[in-house]
């Protein structure tokens, strides 16, 4: 599992998008340069350039970047950073030169990366976490230009070894002289009644502030209305909106992988821009209002508006744990849907997209005021174009393989 986060100089969370700006949709969509990463039917990532994802068949048969390992995709500036999940820590990153998707070198971490975001479009900053155990959590601030680390940050963020307990990073950002990171707390495989990956403490939000750029910790601020903040390989678990507002997302689901379930719903709160609280007079109860439905993931799409993928679930059935991580899923599990969410007038509008399976994270797109996602079912995948102002969504480019893992467009 795996994914994308952060949003500064000691960071970690998602997939930060370039956005172009152009006339026409159509037009944008036929004529720029898109690279995804693909997992082929075999099981092997490629790298694909390609046209146009809005129509037609993109295969990775014989064409394209074989990668070394099971990868996660980001794009930072022009740069589309590649790194191993879990087994090879190994991080490449690649630019268009000329027609040319080029490497321009690897370099090694110690620690497995899970989540990569743009400081600025020749810098990163990656977050290296261990899967069990109180290690520190280390974020590594990366020269794109050279592909070297220029240095390392380590922290505990909120370690409660008498709980067995871990804070697992699910999304960073600036604002200001701050860093906000959100996590949840896991299990950390040290103690009988906290295995890895368990959730016996997660009913309620958390996030730690530092400041910002010395990342001195401040304090952790939390609120008891929703549940642990993201969840394990999540995008961006804090999205900041065009006014500096920022939202969290919590999803309070077994499907996606909090076990034993919180109590709490799932929802998002609110930190108002400028403040170190979560706003008092703001939750968005998400699951009552999309009527039974848990937040999956979430990707911010201008205008106060955002993009989620959801799943309705029965929590008492064993089988729907870790449910959203399937993207070609039996269609028994397949639980996931999309709507558009206004993040203030707290609506929620399904879309029409099948239920399919879901994914490390959510690979997208956020390009000339449209969202591209993958929507993978157990015999097929295709790139759907989601329009946030409309909430309406258009079937895209049939993908020849298992889903699309990541979106870059260079």
């Known amino acids: ?71 996660s995709y980001y794009q930072i500036g022009e740069t589309l950073v590649t790194t191993g999940y879990n087994a090879d820590n190994v991080m490449t990153g690649y630019r268009l030169i000329g027609d040319e998707l080029t490497s321009l070198g690897s370099l090694v971490t110690e620690l497995g990366i899970y989540g990569i975001v743009e400081i600025d479009e020749n810098t990163a900053m990656a977050v290296g976490v261990t899967r069990a155990g109180y290690e520190d959590r280390v974020f590594y601030t990366i020269n794109l230009e050279d592909m070297s680390i220029a240095s390392r940050f380590s922290t505990k963020i909120d370690e409660r070894q008498e709980e067995g307990l871990v804070a697992w990073p699910t999304g960073i950002v600036v604002d200001n002289d701050k860093m906000y ?55 961006n678990s804090i999205l900041k909106t065009d006014r500096g507002d920022l939202y969290t997302y919590s999803t309070s689901a077994l499907a996606s992988g909090f076990a034993p379930t919180p109590d709490n719903p799932s929802g998002f709160l609110r930190i108002n821009s400028g403040t170190t609280e979560f706003d008092e007079d ?13 937040l999956n993931n979430v990707v911010y799409a201008g205008g106060n508006k955002a993009v989620v993928r959801m799943a309705k679930e029965d929590d008492t059935v064993a089988d729907y744990l870790w449910a959203t991580y399937g993207p070609n899923i039996a269609s028994e599990l397949a639980i996931c849907e999309m709507a558009v969410v206004d993040l203030e007038a707290q609506t929620v509008t399904k879309l ?42 258009t079937k895209g480019a049939k993908v020849d393989g298992n889903w699309t893992k990541g979106f870059a467009a260079l």
């Open 1 to 71: 599992m795996k994914k994308q986060f952060l949003n500064i100089a000691a960071v970690l969370s998602l997939a930060v998008m370039t956005m172009i700006s152009c006339s026409d949709d159509n037009d944008v969509a036929e004529s720029a340069q898109f690279v995804l990463g693909i997992e082929a039917a075999t099981g092997t990532d490629i790298l694909v350039s390609v046209d146009t994802i809005t129509s037609g068949t993109i295969s990775p048969v014989g064409n394209g970047i074989e990668q070394p390992a099971w990868m």
């Open 181 to 235: 990171v959100a996590y949840y707390l896991m299990g950390a495989g040290e103690l009988e009644n906290a295995p890895a990956f368990s959730t016996p403490n997660s009913n309620q939000a958390r996030v730690a502030i530092y400041s910002y750029p010395e990342l001195e910790f401040e304090k952790i601020i939390t609120d008891d209305r929703t549940t642990d903040i993201g969840l394990y390989s999540g995008e």
């Open 282 to 294: 703001y939750f968005f109860n998400f699951e009552e209002k999309s009527g039974g439905y848990k």
């Open 352 to 393: 029409d997209i099948p239920a399919h399976g879901g994914e490390w994270g959510m690979a997208n797109l956020y390009y000339d005021g449209m969202v591209y996602v993958n929507i993978s079912t157990e015999t097929e995948a295709y790139i759907y174009q989601i329009d946030p102002s409309t909430a309406t969504a």
